[in-house]
């Protein structure tokens, strides 16, 4: 199973499309921010904020919650904001640091 969850940034890995009717695809080593994600059939089908199936303009389905399939992404993982906080912290410039004297 995925552990692709809402809001996640993923890339795409497959970009085949699996059925003729597919127009619009995510393009391969793009990246994408998943706004929900549900379970189908025996899968889980991911909606993405960039990019909306053709479907719900009126194709095969229409229903409007139509997405890809999870197994063409891959989660990119970002470290957490105190991370991300903490490797920008103010580090003191290398002039202001008193070097110690040397003793003969």
């Not at 994408?32 to 095969?60: A, F, M, N, W």
């Not at 920008?88 to 410039?93: E, I, L």
Request: charged content about 25%; glycine content about 8%; hydrophobic content about 35%.
């Amino acid at each position: 199973m995925s552990d692709i969850s809402t809001g996640d940034i993923v890339e795409c890995i497959d970009d085949t499309p699996s059925r003729p009717e597919s127009q619009i695809m995510p393009d391969l080593g793009a990246l994408y921010t998943v706004t929900s994600i549900r379970p189908v059939s025996d899968g889980r089908s991911v909606q993405l904020k960039e990019l909306t199936p053709s479907c719900h303009l009126g194709g095969v389905c229409a229903c409007g919650h139509c997405g890809w399939d999870a197994g063409r992404f891959r989660k990119i993982y970002r470290p957490n904001g105190e991370f991300i906080a903490a490797l920008m912290c103010d580090v003191p410039d290398e002039t202001e640091i008193e070097a110690p004297e040397l003793v003969d």
